[in-house]
């Protein structure tokens, strides 16, 4: 069988390498060149439907204009979209120009212009000491527990704040004055400025500026609550409101900032399990109460992670499906965003599909299935995620992000159910079986049912007290209609 097709395989090449584009630019970024490679143009239309932005595709600052929009044109031929990173300090000036640049090139092209707004953030705590917790005796002193990084004191940032609020504006205006309409600004703003987990609240307690400020310290929940209402009130004046008050109808956010139900079913890099602070217990995972400051930070977009964690296989032992414990943990956090977001809020959510931040030395676990993960992103859709944003290590660029194409490109045929459909299932099964998503449609539902057991049988879903029946479909999507 082989041999007989080797001769049409080779057959085949010339035409690919015809397909590869004449005109590409020598000194195209290494992982634009990958994505172009490593994907084939749209066959679907994508009509209004965004694009899928990769935050490996950095600036394209190297590139003439010509090539800039040569580049731009083909990922968008291919669905993909490209983020423009600002930059402070000495690198502001020309951030502005190549940002305005970049913008006009996506705005003639009839594209979203879109930007990365986390340099400019970085950083509040500005390591001086000024910006440091102080101990009984009046020395400063950093909490190192986040990574490594110092950081200080939630009650000395009010000097703070017209420093960042100024980087940002002078972006906001720049475009404004330019006639360059900004369409989404997103940030990857984490590790800086209030928090409540790791060592935060004990070097709070520690600090005589804290202990001042926090009448209500030793309560955890109190603590927590006006760390995040500070930390929302940062991005709201610094970050939202000066683009907003400049772009009224931009989509703004921040990585890991969405409405939720009171709980946060996943750990960042930077965090670490605490049993010894409020948790729900699920198998050997500590879910984490979170306050809901999504609505305080003014964002009109939500940016929720869906990320393999690399803790995730090992709390979920009683999963004998390896696929179903990254997928069940996965589904969790996806889900607490599309139920906790109304309609009027895209959700634009950061997807990672390799292992992720395995720790230095750690022993391997199974990798989730490319499989499992494209009827994970297909969940996500059917449960309201609008958007995605992928973010790789450049070495697993290639093969994610032909993953997250699959789903983008099957998915516009579908644009008009998942643009106006109503979810129909927020169910996270606790154990491994069917999972069902789907949209309604009036008397139809647009449903996808992955399975993790060996249920062979159609399953009852109910929706406002109709009932409709699943039929186990794998890899497909089906169109069924209600009773
Ligand atoms: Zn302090």
Not at 205 to 221: G, Q, Y
């Amino acid at each position: 069988m082989l041999h007989r097709l080797l001769p049409i395989l080779l057959a085949a090449a010339p035409v690919l390498a015809a397909e590869t584009p004449m005109h590409e630019p020598a000194n195209l970024p290494d992982a634009v060149r990958t994505i172009l490679h490593a994907l084939q143009p749209l066959k679907n239309d994508r009509g209004s439907r965004e694009l899928v932005y990769q935050y490996s595709v950095g600036n394209l600052s190297g590139l003439s204009d010509a090539d800039a929009e040569w580049t731009i044109r083909e990922l968008a031929a291919r669905g993909i979209g490209v983020i423009t990173f600002w930059q402070h300090g000495a690198n502001q000036d020309a951030g502005v120009a190549e940002a305005i640049r970049i913008g006009r090139i996506q705005q003639r092209l009839g594209l979203t212009v879109a930007a990365d707004a986390s340099g400019v953030l970085y950083r509040f705590y500005d390591d001086t000491p000024a910006t440091a917790h102080v101990d009984d005796e009046g020395n400063p002193f950093w909490d190192t527990s986040f990574a490594g990084s110092k950081m200080g004191c939630p009650f000395t940032l009010d000097r703070r704040a017209p420093v960042i609020l100024a980087r940002v504006a002078a972006y906001a205006e720049a475009y404004r004055a330019a006639g360059v309409n900004l369409g989404i600004v997103t940030a990857d703003w984490e590790v800086d400025g209030p928090h409540e987990w790791n060592d935060a609240w004990a070097n709070s307690k520690r600090c005589v500026r804290c202990r001042e400020n926090l009448p209500n310290i030793d309560d955890f929940t109190a603590f927590q609550a006006r760390m995040r209402q500070l930390r929302a009130a940062l991005l709201r004046e610094c970050y939202a409101e000066p683009i907003l008050g400049r772009h009224p109808s931009c989509l703004v956010t921040n990585y890991a900032v969405y409405p939720n139900d009171g709980w946060r079913y996943w750990y960042d890099y930077f965090e670490h399990p605490q049993p010894e602070l409020p948790h729900a217990q699920d198998q050997h995972d500590l879910h984490r109460p979170w306050y809901n400051d999504f609505w305080e930070t003014r964002f009109t977009l939500a940016m929720p992670v869906v990320y393999t964690w690399y803790s995730i296989y090992a709390a979920y032992p009683g999963f004998s499906n390896p696929d179903y414990r990254w997928f069940y943990n996965m589904l969790l956090v996806g889900t607490n965003a599309g139920k906790s977001t109304p309609s009027g809020i895209p959700i634009a959510t950061f997807v990672h599909w390799h292992t992720t931040a395995p720790p230095q030395g750690a022993p391997e676990v199974p990798q989730m299935s490319g499989q499992a993960y494209t009827e994970l992103l297909w969940h996500l859709l059917l449960r309201g995620h609008d958007i995605f944003y992928s973010w790789t290590p450049t070495d697993e660029l290639a093969e994610e992000i032909a993953l997250v194409q699959k789903v983008y490109e099957e998915s516009l045929a579908y644009s008009d159910w998942l643009r106006h459909g109503t979810p129909v299932s927020f169910d996270v099964p606790r154990e491994q079986g069917p999972v069902i998503s789907g949209v309604r449609l009036g008397d139809r539902v647009l449903v996808r049912r992955t399975d993790f057991g060996d249920t062979r049988g159609p399953v009852t879903i109910s929706v406002d007290g109709r009932e409709f029946s699943v039929p186990r479909a794998p890899g497909a999507l089906q169109v069924l209609r209600m009773n």
